[in-house]
């Protein structure tokens, strides 16, 4: 038999073998990111799709791939499953899990069930914010062992990279990521801005080359590009069309060994490597624009949760200072960087990310000159609110596109970004 995947939607797939049959990452509410993200193209009935599994495997706690409201759903109809998570430290996703009222089984060491086995690895970076993980299941037919990798969307380094390929050997199938779902460059621009579109195109061309330098590492027979699938909603459909994500369907112009398994139920098995049900169109124009109107009109989560005749009441300066003490308790940067956050017509907040710094915080009127490096971050007050008192999260704030940046220089700086995950009381 093999192993069997089949494909569902964006990182959600189902394993199979004789032994066990695993569910990986499924998202199927609605609204995550705090109300920006909604499924493209929609599964009807993802449940009866995905049917009884024996166990789900969750590689990190973005809600992409960590849904606790499906999960309750899907409990309800085939009874608990054991969840199987990688083994970080610090564990968010399992802390996140345990208020959930999730049991599961941290994965250290390769497990086996049967002839099959199973071993997560950990993505680490030396970095406190370490979320991500792959999974690699085998199985042995007596005559050879087959090996599927779930490399999910993890951004590799060239140590990963050989660290996976050492933990899975030859491989037959490796599913990973294409493309980048991340705020750049889409929040960082006006959209008028002529480099709003060059950068854009840069963007799915850097995740193009992170999938050959992935591809070329691990030499699976067959690769599978996935995940990241989603469009944005309400207020935010504008910005679709500036996302430089890519359809899966590109990456079959430069990677001949690559198959596109058609949405809820392509599949593709490691004993024939032959492909039921594939795609290799892409989505059309109208299908798409379709179902922007469809979710045009949804709300943000901070928009149900405080009206604007509210926010003169929202004690935010007195948090903004506490938040600054907690983030620089964590803080990985070592150099000056200046986050600008406007609070009203008449005041600006300026945060120095900088660990070593002896005025962390200050305010001022919008038109002092300050020090660069910075970053202006233009963000609704009622959801600056959320994020200070830990409603909502900072990266789940970014990858949801719900702020808008203006850095100047326009360079990125990760450990003043990461500082970001920890500005909350």
């Known amino acids: 038999m093999?192993?069997?995947?089949?494909?569902?939607?964006?990182?959600?797939?189902?394993?199979?073998?004789?032994?066990?049959?695993?569910?990986h990452d499924p998202w199927f509410t609605e609204g995550i990111y705090d109300?920006?993200?909604?499924?493209?193209?929609?599964?009807?009935y993802p449940i009866k799709s995905i049917g009884d599994v024996d166990l789900i495997y969750i590689s990190h706690i973005h809600p992409d791939h960590y849904d606790p409201k499906f999960l309750k759903k899907y409990f309800e109809v085939y009874g608990t499953k054991k969840i199987l998570i990688a083994d970080h430290k610090p564990n968010y996703?399992?802390?996140?899990?345990?208020?959930?009222?999730?049991?599961?089984?941290?994965?250290?060491?390769?497990?086996?069930?049967?002839?099959t086995s199973i071993e997560i690895m950990p993505h680490k970076t030396g970095s406190i914010s370490d979320i991500d993980s792959a999974i690699v299941v085998k199985y042995d037919d007596g005559s050879r062992i087959?090996?599927?990798?779930?490399?999910?969307?993890?951004?590799?380094n060239s140590d990963s990279r050989l660290t996976l390929k050492k933990i899975a050997g030859d491989v037959d199938i490796l599913l990973l990521g294409h493309t980048g779902a991340g705020a750049y460059p889409q929040t960082y621009f006006e959209v008028t801005d002529d480099d709003l579109v060059v950068e854009a195109q840069k963007k799915k061309l850097a995740f193009f080359e992170r999938y050959k330098n992935?591809?070329?590492?691990?030499?699976?027979?067959?690769?599978?590009?996935?995940?990241g699938k989603y469009l944005l909603g309400g207020k935010l459909t504008h910005l679709n069309e500036f996302r430089g994500t890519a359809d899966p369907v590109e990456i079959l112009d430069f990677d001949e060994r690559a198959v596109v398994l058609a949405d809820d139920g392509g599949e593709i098995s490691t004993e024939n490597l032959m492909p039921s049900h594939v795609r290799d169109e892409l989505y059309s124009d109208a299908i798409m624009a379709r179902r922007i109107a469809e979710i045009s009109d949804f709300k943000m989560n901070y928009e149900l949760l405080i009206s604007k005749d509210e926010v003169h009441q929202l004690p935010i300066k007195r948090l903004l200072v506490l938040a600054t003490k907690n983030a620089l308790m964590k803080s990985e940067c070592e150099e000056d960087y200046f986050f600008h956050i406007p609070i009203?017509?008449?005041?600006?907040?300026?945060?120095?990310?900088?660990?070593?710094?002896d005025q962390p915080i200050c305010f001022f009127y919008p038109d002092r000159n300050v020090t660069k490096p910075y970053s202006l971050?233009?963000?609704?007050?009622?959801?600056l609110f959320g994020l200070l008192t830990s409603v909502y999260h900072w990266n789940n704030a970014e990858i949801g596109s719900q702020y808008n940046i203006r850095r100047n220089p326009n360079i990125l700086n990760r450990s003043a970004q990461l500082f970001l995950n920890n500005f909350t009381i």
């Open 35 to 44: 109300g920006s993200w909604f499924h493209f193209p929609k599964v009807d």
């Open 344 to 357: 009203s017509k008449s005041e600006v907040a300026i945060i120095n990310a900088n660990k070593n710094s």
């Open 146 to 156: 087959h090996c599927i990798v779930n490399a999910n969307d993890i951004i590799f």
């Open 377 to 383: 971050i233009q963000i609704d007050i009622r959801y």
């Open 2 to 23: 093999g192993i069997n995947v089949k494909y569902i939607y964006s990182a959600c797939i189902v394993t199979k073998t004789d032994n066990i049959r695993i569910l």
């Open 214 to 227: 992935l591809i070329g590492v691990i030499n699976a027979k067959v690769n599978i590009p996935f995940a």
């Open 93 to 115: 996703l399992a802390g996140k899990m345990r208020l959930d009222g999730f049991q599961y089984q941290i994965v250290s060491t390769s497990i086996c069930f049967g002839k």
